[in-house]
């Protein structure tokens, strides 16, 4: 039997082998729970989908992230096509960069670099603001309204569109479509049925990739069409994936931790007050409803080589599920870890990931948050969430969020006819323009 580094025998995965199914609802009923219970043994094995390593301390979370040369995002690696973060194989949500590893991984994420920069996004945060104003004057008089679906599912989608530079009329369809890909389970019918949509999604976004190719505009679909891999433009379909995936990983992720903030917020209002009394409290406040909330619970990694974590040998070609979320609540690294404290100091969280991967869009996420928090705080300050009418979603194998949260708050007034008004929110436009 081979050793361990430090000469130790190693141990047969039997020892830790375990009922475990990320998709189970089990999961979604308490993240935490599950990871602090999955955390007595941090690398265990399970038979479901075939057979899968499920990591769920912060240690390991950081060697999965970083050590790319070893766990590697790619959707190909002799182990079956497209088996890349997802478990099992999800068609319609695998590929671009974040399932890709060096050196195409490396060349595409470096000229994607520059469009998601802290400078790029400060130029935003005007815009974000406004376009929240214009979320909330449509529920302001109103007095009640549904957190999730008209403020914090919505915005997330504009926001990436206005990136992409693609028609904002979008943002109700693209948003509720990316959505219901990502809450429901891999091979139910009502998973199967969003394919359809998707396709549709996928067909305008098709058209605009042709029409910024004709008549290119300084934005990010544009800067796609011209990147390069291996000197080479990027295909077209590339190109498509690649949108989409911009689309898809700021959505859901954004949307959930706007929800569990809100959530939290409501059930301890004192906190509101003392968030707004310093608009420097808002920066680790966020921090710390990323780790809390972990939007993203887990992703996949295929094992590239032979490699000994915890006395146990990982073979190439195992496949690794890491619990982001219960990295986040691991004791060894925070103290106090299901506690919210706003104020939390050296806050070590991997909820954007760590390594190669670390999330490309995450200052777009912390100026999205911040735009929504303050203008919600400000505006409809005592809001309160009906907590028994809260729906979370189904499954939370890869984000943890909310499909409903009703709220009541004091009426408000409208503050301007905002960015849409020349459009028809909700509207599904069959053609876009600029
Ligand atoms: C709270 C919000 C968000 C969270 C928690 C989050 C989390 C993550 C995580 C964990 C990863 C790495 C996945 C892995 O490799 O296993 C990731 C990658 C990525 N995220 Fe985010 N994300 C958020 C928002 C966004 C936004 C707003 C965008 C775009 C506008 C975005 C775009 C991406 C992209 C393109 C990648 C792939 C990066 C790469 O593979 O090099 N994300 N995100």
Same mark, same amino acid.
């Given at each position: ?22 998709? #189970? ?18 690398? =265990?094995?399970?038979? =479901?989908?075939?057979?899968?390593? *499920? ?49 195409? %991984?490396?060349? /595409? ?21 406004? #376009? ?52 429901? =389970?891999?091979?139910? $019918?009502?998973?199967?049925? *969003? ?9 305008? /976004? ?99 080589? #032979? %490699?000994? /974590? ?18 986040? %609540? ?53 809001? *309160? ?5 809260? *729906?979370?979603?189904?499954? /939370? ?8 949260? $009703? ?28």
């Amino acid at each position: 039997m081979a050793d361990t580094p430090d000469a130790r025998p190693l141990r047969d995965r039997s020892e830790v082998t375990i009922d475990f199914d990320h998709h #189970d609802p089990k999961l979604s009923a308490d993240r935490a729970a599950a990871g602090h219970e999955l955390r007595q043994c941090p690398v =265990s094995w399970t038979e =479901s989908h075939g057979g899968y390593w *499920v990591f769920s301390a912060h240690e390991q979370a950081q060697e999965v992230g970083k050590r790319a040369d070893v766990f590697a995002s790619g959707n190909d690696h002799g182990n079956g096509p497209r088996q890349g973060l997802n478990i099992p194989f999800i068609a319609t949500a695998a590929g671009g960069v974040i399932e890709s590893d060096a050196p195409r %991984h490396t060349q /595409v994420r470096r000229q994607m670099g520059p469009w998601f920069s802290q400078d790029t996004v400060q130029t935003q945060r005007a815009q974000m603001t406004e #376009d929240v104003d214009y979320f909330i004057d449509q529920i302001i008089e109103r007095g009640e309204a549904d957190l999730v679906k008209d403020l914090a599912g919505p915005f997330p989608g504009l926001v990436t569109l206005r990136l992409l530079g693609l028609p904002v009329e979008y943002y109700q369809p693209f948003s509720d479509i990316l959505h219901k890909t990502v809450y429901l =389970s891999p091979g139910t $019918p009502e998973r199967e049925a *969003v394919d359809g949509e998707l396709l549709w999604l996928a067909g305008e /976004v098709w058209q605009w990739i042709e029409k910024k190719k004709a008549d290119p505009k300084s934005d990010y679909l544009t800067a796609l069409t011209r990147m390069e891999i291996d000197g080479a433009p990027m295909k077209p379909e590339e190109v498509l994936v690649e949108a989409i995936l911009t689309i898809g990983a700021g959505l859901d992720t954004t949307t959930s931790l706007m929800g569990h903030t809100f959530r939290w917020l409501s059930r301890n209002p004192e906190a509101k007050t003392w968030l707004m009394e310093d608009p420097a409290r808002l920066g680790p406040a966020c921090e710390e409803f990323l780790r809390m909330a972990s939007p993203i619970t887990a992703t996949a990694r295929t094992v590239m080589k #032979d %490699h000994v /974590v915890r006395d146990f040998e990982l073979k190439a070609g195992d496949r690794v599920w890491m619990y982001w979320h219960a990295a986040n %609540h691991d004791p060894a690294v925070f103290e106090c870890p299901d506690e919210v404290r706003l104020d939390r100091k050296q806050n070590r969280h991997v909820a954007f990931a760590a390594g190669p991967h670390r999330c490309l869009g995450m200052r777009y996420a912390r100026a999205e948050w911040a735009a929504m928090v303050t203008q919600v705080l400000t505006r409809m300050p005592d809001f *309160v969430v009906d907590d028994d009418a809260v *729906v979370p979603v189904p499954d /939370v194998s890869l984000t943890g969020g909310f499909i409903s949260m $009703p709220v009541r708050f004091t009426p408000g007034r409208r503050v301007g006819p905002g960015v849409l008004s020349e459009t028809i929110p909700g509207k599904t436009p069959r053609t876009g323009g600029e």
